[in-house]
């Protein structure tokens, strides 16, 4: 069967989101590493390339203009690009790839500005191009299950919706001799003008979207960089209350200074007839309350979960998938979109997050550092 | 040793709490039920004091006032009242057994309105009274381990808190044949003018000042009432943003229309260098992270715990304490604080809930009322 | 309604247990202490009676035998005693309130020997009088909700029976200052032949009886004294292999010296239809799977449990009882059973362990001490 | 640098765990598979290949013994072989790669008998060949935590160990209508003369030795083919006894007849200074308790972890690995092993079971069966 062929734009650095991207591509046998511009360091920039399989070193490039360039004009040329540099490059190099004609999956966020996200949707619609944007959490197995069953009307409609993404690595960075959580995270230059909600808020915001189908249309956002005589550069906790189409409430709160919480993103949407509860400490388990009902435990891979779900997984029951399966998946939904887009090819129609929802986030923070500015009042993000 | 006599209004109609009150204040044999005013019925009051023992039945009152008067005038007359009767009677009755002389525990709400729970405390001072207010879940054991650890700055400066309160029985209800939540709940009339703000919101918030002894300074609330198209009288899903003294922030979602969730109140404190979480749903358990370290497990009566956490157990590790014991600790608290005062014994020393929490609890209700009717904006307390 | 009087022996030491029988008894109303004979000690033993509201204190006994002889002649003389006295003694206390006529509810173990539980299931017999004995694991809430699931046939026929009991408050002693298990437990004298297996496994046995109604019929039990080097005088870690009638396996594990474990009781029973799954540690929540279908958490007080196991709770959902809440059970189901004998009056019909559960438990005892001893060899329980 | 050659027998029919094998193989760079026999079905095989990578199809072998032969003269012929074919073929496979001089990693079991165990030992040593076992979960981060924290002595003396591996499978497919558990696991001619004992008994038993170092020295087994009337031709209900050098005690349930459980290995050890748990269900965390201490949770990449725990997780923490990572981190251990032995490079030193786990777990099997057999009597393993 066919593969695609991709390359990458990043990954050399050693931060681990690099190497998820790769073995998220590559998992299902969907697509091949042909390519790639990974670091700007030359012998580690072909050390990369190396280790990671790729043979014909003249796909190897010095940056990443180049690559898109020759890669353009080869017949045998990627299918795809896979973005994983640091938050302020995504614009340029996606727009340098776009412009090219070949297709993007980029790591969150898109950009660092709204117009610049758009400006991307625009290149894209234009060229009939696809823009993936990496939604982590989106790809996990029983988010489908719950996606799914919200959609059947499983557990009525919906009333309100309670999320959370607690972290504790930045003050835990502090007291660590190993912190390897990269400095760029707090620099405003790099990350664009929010910490916590722009890098895990958005996730948030975006799994909840995907989950619900719901538009978001106004948020009440206080901002607070904690401990606050530290006076720190950017936002490491927030506190969100949220207005979707047809007045639905939802609250957030996420939090880089939450001590005892790893990467806790949690999320619950609560309906007339039922509930359906996800967390990322246990992503495996899906608990769905029918009204009146006891709480049940759903798992991968059973009878009772609906077919989209159920091929999603690689495994048999009781055997763990995670972090790394879950961005295998959201290659899984690009890849075979692509496939048949390209290629005629169908194998499968699988979900991802489009540059749509990138875009929304890029808003969603825009208007969340608008309400906080103002002293927490709504704002609306259109 | 001196057991205290005490009398209570309410406790007759069937409702759960008046048995918990009960049980509560006879549990560590600190007092002894002498008198009451059960119910209006006099038939079923009269089967009530017989069933919880009173002997003499001239102390079985037809209405709160004769009883107020006459065990004010009697030598053996009681120390103290139960108030366990529905929330617009409470300041009523507080009011006159305060006037005649007798010292008052009393359900929570205090009353409906501030001005009131001002007035019966003004009351108490004037006549040198003792005034409790049962919050619950002030009384649970690992609670006063977290306070002490709190005020021993064993989790540092506190950073942010986050707390909720889901339930689910309002929408339950509506489909239960079953149903004995009192539909006074949903009478603005007779729970005053929030609902679920009012009945649980309010122990979030006294939870959360027993434990830190921080002071609320301002909210921004968001009452909703759903579902929306059934014009509900009151709010059941509530959100609030809150500021502490000296900028510390908080945030608390109650909800009495979320599926899944019984009586599931939980806090997370979180400070610069650790963190402590405890939920309702595993009471017996509080998660203690110090920064850098492993999640740690208490449990009551160890070693480990402080001599006034251990001070609050009755059974050996491992075997559980309930919602009774909870307010049996309450009970423990106000008798032993009303020996010392009264009779100059000393049995211990044991916080309990005053006056002040719930006057507290009256302006917080105020004031996210306020904040929630003018657009959510943020109300202060005062 | 009518009150059973009660008397008690043994509970003035101190020990938590005496003050647990004496909250059971009288927790739904269905009793009064009215008599006692509690501890040896003169001074403490009216003490504790007058602490425990005992009226006139010529019911206050020196020795149990005054007790029995002085109750059994009273026109109101007790109904039943409760024996909380350490196990050695239960037997000839037990006998005595027998002889005069006196029913009773003793605590576990019955006796120390099997052939004295026969003869006081003889004599009880001969006498017509009730006899309880308190496993208190039996009463919880949700323990009668399994019972009757599995009775309705709900998880099929029963394939296997896994428990076990583990505790490490042996070791903890050895380490903590503040050491309140009496050292007779560990004294062969007081305790019986056996350690662990009798003071917890048999609670272990009597609770998959009272779940199943199966009838045990051989075991295979290894027993160990650990640390190895001690040369501790009782058994403190035991693995039995059970084999109930029909040819149904079960397997057991009890300990005092596993580190990290409190009371932590747990059964899982699982049949071809279905599982049910209990645990101590989180004793209010019942986990029960059909098969291929999700796990569902089954919690007290809910529509979708039996009337039996509702009618065992004292507050709405998600108000936790506990273990003083389960012996209150078990002391409703035999005050309920001795009204209705007595008095012809039906408060309800309750399950409580009965003389013969006792003596099964003897017998396990006796039959795993005998394969122990036997180099691990399978041995009948008759 | 370099990367290890592999090549692979089995995967080609859609069994998961040859696709396990193989990303398990090349997670972390170290090998790159090069040749193969995937299936006996030639347009399978050759489609298998493709999917995979492979691209020099001359390396596509119709048979192994073919494959064995010509890897073993080609000048860039395959380092290591991996065996992942059904069970009762594992030892002529391994056989012919070993006497072609070949490195072998090789699913568990190793053979059906003991014997053929021994003899690839036998050979293996003759040949100087590294002979790895995919005893899967001994490859989990967390384990490795725990070996080396009992290694150091953190939980003192080990006084007993429990451990269970309950699954629900094989009633679960009997109503499932999309069974895929293959039904040669209920085959004795393909899956030997046990069922659950050999299938994932032995799995417990690799992993409690892994973890302690104890060498097991006797058991006492009994087996059960439940439902009872269903004739079924192997073990699928297992306890077993053991005895580890030193008068060490274990316990072990297995299961494939447990509704309601999954893949839910569990392994307790208990120290006379501390107790560690691990539960497959939630991998990502391991339970310490030191004496008379709160439960403590471990979670992978933190500080407090081992150097060796650490350098297992390709993930910061919080982001969960699965069953694909402990199966990178087997190869991990064995590529660097071999990697080390054959081109003298240092690339680090990870665990992974030999063929001395596997011939452990060979005669594990064989004493279980014969103690089930002899009426449950204590057999040695030697």
Redesign the interface.
């Known amino acids: 069967?066919r593969?695609l062929k991709f390359g990458m734009v990043g990954g050399g650095n050693g931060a681990?989101i690099g190497?998820?991207h790769r073995?998220g591509a590559v998992?299902d046998?969907l697509a091949?590493l042909a390519a790639g511009c990974f670091t700007r360091n030359p012998e580690k920039n072909l050390?990369t390339a190396?280790?990671?399989?790729i043979q014909d070193e003249s796909r190897v490039y010095a940056n990443y203009t180049e690559m898109a360039e020759k890669e353009s004009v080869r017949e045998d040329g990627i299918d795809f690009v896979s973005v994983c540099t640091p938050n302020d490059t995504h614009f340029p190099i996606a727009k340098c790839f776009l412009e090219h004609g070949i297709n993007v999956m980029c790591d969150k966020p898109l950009a660092l500005r709204t117009e610049e996200g758009i400006e991307l949707k625009r290149i894209a619609e234009e060229k009939d191009l696809l823009f993936g944007v990496t939604y982590t959490y989106t790809g996990y197995t029983m988010i489908e299950q719950a996606r799914r069953m919200i959609a059947a009307g499983e557990?009525g409609?919906i009333?309100?919706i309670?999320a959370?993404f607690?972290?504790?690595?930045l003050?835990?960075q502090m007291?660590?001799?190993?912190s390897?959580?990269a400095t760029w995270r707090m620099d405003p230059k790099r990350s664009g003008p929010s910490g916590c909600c722009a890098d895990i808020g958005t996730h948030v915001e975006a799994l909840i979207g995907h989950m619900t189908g719901l538009k978001l249309e106004r948020v009440?956002a206080?901002f607070?960089r904690?401990?606050?005589d530290k006076q720190l550069p950017l936002d490491n906790?927030v506190?969100i209350?949220l207005e979707y189409e047809g007045?639905i409430?939802g609250?957030i709160?996420s939090?880089q200074?939450?001590?005892?919480?790893?990467?806790?993103l949690r999320v619950?949407i609560?309906?007339?007839?039922?509930?359906i509860?996800w967390q990322?400490?246990?992503?495996q388990r899906l608990?769905?309350?029918?009204?009146?009902?006891?709480?049940?435990?759903?798992?991968p891979t059973?009878?009772?979960d609906t077919d989209s779900c159920r091929s999603l997984s690689?495994?048999?029951?009781?055997?763990?998938?995670?972090?790394?399966?879950s961005f295998g998946n959201l290659y899984k939904g690009f890849c075979t979109a692509l496939l048949k887009k390209k290629y005629g090819e169908d194998r499968g129609d699988y979900p991802y997050p489009t540059i749509d929802v990138g875009i929304e986030g890029l808003k969603f923070v825009d208007a969340c550092l608008k309400s906080s500015n103002s002293?927490?009042i709504?704002v609306s993000l259109d």
Chains 1, 2, 3, 4 share one sequence.
């Open positions: 069967m593969k681990f190497n998820v073995h998992m046998d091949e050390e190396r280790q990671w399989g557990i409609k009333l309100t309670v959370e607690p972290q504790e690595w003050l835990v007291v660590s001799d190993r390897d959580q009440l206080r607070e904690l401990p606050k906790n506190q209350m007045g409430s609250l709160w939090s200074v939450a001590i005892g919480n790893e990467t806790d619950r609560f309906g007339d007839k039922g509930a509860e990322h400490r246990d992503s608990f769905v309350t029918r009204i009146n009902e006891p709480v049940q435990i759903y798992t059973r009878d009772y690689r495994l048999p029951s009781g055997h763990p998938e995670g972090f790394f399966e002293g927490n709504w």
